[in-house]
């Protein structure tokens, strides 16, 4: 199976606050239905889905309910990133040293769903070059 494009679908009681965190995190556009949104990035991909759930519990990472899955956005610029996500209502749940060249800190988004900024890791270049230098 090759995928046409993966979207991240996180449940949340408040659409629309969690959609647009997400589009704002993405410099992305929000598209709503009265139970599903769309999160569209910068660049016109569709990224993240946002579907009601009443009754949704928050993850309390990382000692209490389990998170069921989280999100990784690897950046250029780390502290920038750090400051819109929270600005945007984000939550730090762990630091991490902003001016290292690899790091990453986790967050939680407005509904209590983990999520990670990383940077210093492999650019999209040099990660298909080690794919493709891998399979051969």
Known sequence: MKPIRSVVVFDAADLRAESAFW???????????????????????????????????PPDWPDGAPQQVHIDLHVKGPQQAHEQAMKLGARLLQAGDLRGDEGHQVYADPAGHPFCIGWGHPSREALAAFVSEKLG
Do not use: K, Y
Not at 26 to 53: K, N, P, T, Y
């Open 23 to 57: 589009a704002g995190l993405l410099d992305g556009h929000v598209f709503e239905d009265e139970a599903f949104h769309s999160v569209i990035d910068a660049d016109g991909e569709w990224r993240i889905g946002v579907q009601l759930a009443p009754q949704h519990v």
